[in-house]
């Protein structure tokens, strides 16, 4: 080798590159980029030059920069044949978006677009959603990769998850002291929200007002009579689930049964990387029993079913008004709740349902918020459903925000000083246009700026936090706690592009 020349890893091989393409499509906005990355670490938001997207991780940036601004949309990065192979099915799907929506003269062609997902997890994502989607895949992959959890501790322990059986004891491993400055000001204090528009029941409506929905409200299948048939076997098939022998509290071997898609005691570990993040100020989680719940692959837009079942998981577990439905059984299947939202149309629970939809049993239609509401109304379980709209997008985040910080912070926890606190506050079911997800908590930042923590079904949880939860260690900590958590925080620029939300909230234990 020559000793002349300099020997550059393939990160800095990667930004000089960058640099020279965004020199030249961008003589200032390279400053942009690379700036934050001199002297401190990358701690300071980077901005990309081309677009409004933002991230504190450098090489986060720089793939963000070549998967969306590729100069002749030529990638280093990514693959040409899986390139071209989400290129055609874009087009498959747009002129097959354009035809139905012609046919059925129930919206228009230029209502919606949707594409598949270029990294095949099964999606078919609207347009405008689709560089939001694909970046929190980014941020999945740079989690799954991410070497950075560091235990505490020496000891090793066989017990199955504290979580899932003691609420105070997970409290007290989380919350370990530690010297920190007081909070003392409330969350739901630092919105100042417009009016809101709120529904503590069944919401009234004449069958005669309801229009049928389109592919904006039901998603790409909305004119489907009935799914594919491998999809209707894969859904009853389910999860792969294993049985493993564990040694209990007591000593005894039990059996313990683990579902690959469901993650119980992912709570206490977010929490937990919300208290090692130094950007964080503070923190509010609900009741540690909530679990995480992902799609099956290429299950495709079943994301409504799958927060009802987280919803389910928190009411079975922490024993919730309800609770005796789901007693010593698994999680109702996508099918299970299909009949069951079906079932609840025919006892008069949000009936209009039937008529926007068209009827959901046995199809790929999208549910929502009214849905989930009438599953739970129809079995006695408290549930008060809630919008938020406004003229301006910034008002209905604010409102929204404000919703959640009052859910989280309704001032029970006025005198603890922990920077995280960890409640018993039940998940929130929360929907924007054309998705939802699970909010289980809400962390504000040392710059005052407010992220929603989420489990989204969309996404499963990176290897990294699976294990930490499995394994129920909770004294870890990691000097990239962003990195990890990315995948599960909605922030003001996710969430202020929409103009009206929608949450549930249930009761918790009596």
Request: glycine content about 6%; aromatic content about 8%; overall charge neutral.
């Amino acid at each position: 080798m020559n000793p002349g020349v300099q020997k550059l890893t393939v990160k800095q091989a990667i930004r000089l590159y960058l640099e020279h393409k965004l020199a030249e499509q961008s003589p200032t906005g390279i400053r942009t980029v690379m700036a934050g990355n001199q002297g401190n670490g990358g701690a300071e938001d980077l901005t990309c030059p081309f677009c409004d997207y933002r991230d504190r991780n450098d090489y986060q940036m720089l793939l963000h920069v070549e998967l969306f601004h590729s100069e002749n949309g030529d990638s280093p990065f990514a693959i040409k044949d899986e390139v071209e192979a989400a290129r055609q099915a874009r087009e498959e799907v747009r002129q097959e978006t354009t035809t139905q929506a012609v046919e059925s003269g129930r919206s228009t062609p230029s209502e919606v677009e949707f594409v598949q997902c270029p990294y095949h997890c099964g999606e078919q994502i609207p347009t405008h959603d689709l560089q939001f989607h694909t970046d929190f895949h980014i941020a999945e992959d740079m989690a799954n990769n991410e070497v950075a959890v560091i235990n505490m501790t020496n000891s090793f322990s066989t017990d199955i998850s504290n979580a899932i059986r003691n609420h105070d004891q997970v409290l007290s491993q989380v919350q370990t002291p530690v010297k920190e400055k007081r909070w003392t000001t409330s969350l739901k204090d630092m919105f100042s929200p417009p009016r809101l528009k709120l529904m503590s029941s069944a919401p009234k409506v004449q069958i005669g007002d309801v229009r049928r929905l389109g592919k904006a409200e039901l998603g790409p299948y909305a004119n489907e009579k009935r799914m594919p048939s491998w999809l209707i076997r894969l859904l009853e098939d389910g999860a792969k689930v294993t049985v493993s022998n564990k040694i209990g509290q007591d000593g005894q071997l039990m059996k313990v049964e683990i579902i690959s898609n469901e993650t119980p005691n992912l709570v206490p570990v977010l929490a937990r990387l919300s208290r090692v993040d130094k950007r964080v100020a503070r923190a509010f989680y609900c009741n540690p029993f909530t679990r995480h719940v992902a799609k099956l692959p290429n299950e495709g837009g079943f994301c409504g079913y799958r927060n009802i079942q987280m919803l389910v998981s928190y009411i079975r577990d922490a024993k919730a008004p309800g609770h005796e439905h789901f007693d010593g059984k698994r999680l109702p299947s996508i099918l299970k709740l299909q009949d069951m939202i079906e079932d609840a149309w025919d006892h008069g629970y949000n009936s209009a349902g039937r008529v926007e939809t068209g009827g959901i049993r046995m199809t790929r239609k999208y549910i929502g918020t009214p849905e989930a509401q009438a599953f739970l109304l129809s079995l006695g379980i408290s549930a008060e459903a809630a919008a938020f709209s406004a003229e301006s997008k910034s008002q209905a985040y604010t409102a929204m925000m404000e919703a959640v910080c009052k859910h989280f912070d309704d001032g029970s926890e006025s005198d603890n000083p922990d920077k995280v606190v960890i409640t018993d506050k039940p998940p929130l079911f929360f929907q924007h246009q054309g998705h939802s997800m699970t909010v289980v908590g809400i962390e504000l930042d040392v710059d005052y700026r407010a992220n929603l923590v989420v489990f989204d079904p969309m996404y499963n949880p990176s290897k990294q936090l699976k294990n930490l939860a499995l394994s129920n260690k909770l004294t870890f900590t990691s000097p990239t706690p962003e990195r990890l958590m990315k995948a599960h925080r909605r922030d003001e620029k996710y969430l202020g592009r929409y103009k009206a939300f929608e949450m549930i909230k249930i009761n918790g234990p009596v």
